[in-house]
């Protein structure tokens, strides 16, 4: 059948209507089948811990199965990737960190999406505090002891690795303070423990999740926590601030992005479901906390709120990567 010209712009005018009734008939059936949610880490991390609490939530609220994907590699660059060109369809999603959307950037020279534009932010979840703690080796209990004993004796400090988010922590610290710290990388957070506790290294800027155990076990001590304020399940830890460090706050935090582009109402259905699923005293919240992690304000706890988020901490890393001297590569 050939279209006369007329006919041709009348199905070319009706074709944004007809895409906008589309894509409201497929937001008021979402979800009707399961949805993927791409952890970029290996299992058993902070971000697949999270995500797979927050998976469950989703799950219940909305009453589709939430199945948990591990797709690790490139400091989380893979699964953000493989997430960012996906179907703008709400059934494949990320659990998002400091890796993939706002450190990477400033260490990988070719990242195959664009952190801030290829996402639609849904919600932050949660974050954990940045921690320096020391071997037992090392008798400073201060973040005072500890930039005068550097300044004696060099300090071996270890994190989860060049580019990490906790590396980061740490030559902002050492901008902050003065302190003369060599930096340990090591390849992720739990494989600088046995050096942490043997005393190969004389400390680490690792996750407090990760350090508490080892503080409450007298395996090694906290000096200090880059928090707001102080942790409630260690009210005997200082935050940096309380130390000295003006304002120093780090942490590596964890929030739940969809493709760009995907609906609005269908990011609206997705973002009621977290807020809901980990609302104050609910059993989610709580296995949260007990983890170490803070949980998101109601505001962070939105698509703008999460984009606010991102775009200061991406700024920041910016300038971290600067002071520690790192050219992607």
Known sequence: MV?????????????????????????????????????????????????????????????????????????????????????????????????????????????????????????????????????????AKTVAEVIALSKKTPLTVATSGVGSATHMTLERLRAATGANITHVPYRGGGALLPDLIGGNVNGAMTEFSTALPLHKGGKAHIVAIAAIHRSQLAQDIPTFDQSGVKGFVAQSYIGVVAPAKTPADIIAKLQDAIAKGLAPGSQAQERLVALGSEVA?????????????????????????KLAGINPT
């Open 297 to 321: 304000t109601p505001d962070q706890m939105t698509p703008k709120g999460f984009a606010e988020f991102i775009r200061t901490d991406y700024d920041a890393m910016r300038a971290a990567a």
């Open 3 to 139: 279209l006369s010209r007329r006919s041709l712009f009348r199905s070319l005018a009706a074709m944004p209507a007809a895409l906008l009734v589309s894509e409201n008939a497929l937001a008021a059936d979402y979800p009707d089948r399961p949805i993927r949610l791409i952890v970029p880490f290996a299992a058993g991390g902070n971000a697949d811990i999270v995500g797979r609490i927050v998976g469950e939530q989703i799950s219940k609220t909305l009453g589709q199965p939430v199945v948990v994907d591990n797709r690790a590699g490139a400091g989380g660059s893979i699964g953000a990737e493989y997430v960012a060109h996906a179907n703008a369809d709400g059934y494949t999603l990320l659990v998002g960190s400091n890796g993939p959307l706002t450190v990477n950037p400033f260490v990988q020279a070719r990242l195959g999406y664009d952190p801030l534009n290829d996402f639609a932010p849904i919600a932050l979840t949660s974050y954990v505090p940045h921690a320096l703690i020391l071997s037992n080796g090392i008798q």
